[in-house]
């Protein structure tokens, strides 16, 4: 299995507060990916990152905001939480562009009252 | 946009049947094509991919054929176990660079002894 750890793996937090998500990888891997899981939605890409201090939108991407300053680490910032921001998180990695082959962590659950 | 259209379930057979998850899919350029399971409380892990026309991917006794002229790649399994109990996800990604994937909405597959 990839090394990908993701923390906190569950958290309640109350509407209007600042949440971070925080994906640590141990394979060197350039590319990093976050997602948000949703019945009915599948998965949905929000950011990504081609490299250190490297970003972009994803599908998503409005009331989150991203920072990686190292290639191990990669977070994910709710300035000001939403009940519309309740969900699944995923982070995922991938090492080549050629075929894109991501591999994910295990998700943070994220409950927001 | 890109798009992946899968069916939903949940899908319900029992064990030792054959199975076929149809995925479709609509894409720019010349796609990779995969299929990723997801066990209860659990992240996404890589069944099988393939990344150019006719393709075949397999592991674990499922398999999928990248088939260019009806833009599908359906998921397929012999003799499913009641271990294959679990979400289906059909994902691509189009192109080069560090896109993120595109993922339909998971199929939910329920295998009964």
């Known amino acids: 299995d990839a090394g990908i750890t993701q923390s906190p793996r569950h958290k309640v937090t109350e509407t209007g507060t600042p949440v971070t998500l925080r994906c640590h990888q141990t394979?060197?891997?350039?590319?990093m990916y976050w997602y948000r899981q949703d019945p009915g939605h599948g998965l949905r890409l929000i950011h990504y990152?081609?490299?250190?201090?490297?970003?972009d939108k994803g599908e998503v991407s409005d009331g989150y905001s991203v920072s990686r300053s190292k290639t191990e680490d990669f977070l994910l910032t709710l300035e000001s939480a939403t009940s519309s921001q309740t969900s699944v998180y995923f982070c995922?990695?991938?090492?080549?562009?050629?075929?894109?082959?991501?591999?994910f962590g295990p998700g943070t659950r994220l409950t927001v009252l | 946009g890109d798009s992946v259209t899968q069916m939903e379930g949940p899908v319900t057979l029992s064990e030792e049947a054959f199975l076929t998850i149809n995925c479709t899919y609509t894409a720019t350029g010349y796609p990779s094509l995969f299929w990723y399971v997801q066990y209860p409380g659990e992240g996404l892990q890589l069944l099988l991919k393939?990344?150019?026309?006719?393709d075949k991917g397999s592991n674990k006794g499922f398999e999928a054929t990248y088939r260019k002229e009806t833009t599908s790649f359906h998921l397929e399994k012999g003799s499913v176990q009641v271990s294959d109990s679990a979400v289906y996800f059909c994902a691509l990604v189009a192109g080069g660079g560090a896109d993120g994937l595109t993922f339909g909405k998971g199929t939910h597959l329920i295998i009964q002894p």
């Open positions: 393939a990344t150019k026309a006719d």
């Open positions: 394979e060197n891997h350039r590319y």
């Open positions: 990152s081609y490299g250190v201090k490297d970003t």
């Open positions: 995922a990695i991938s090492e080549s562009t050629s075929y894109n082959e991501q591999f």
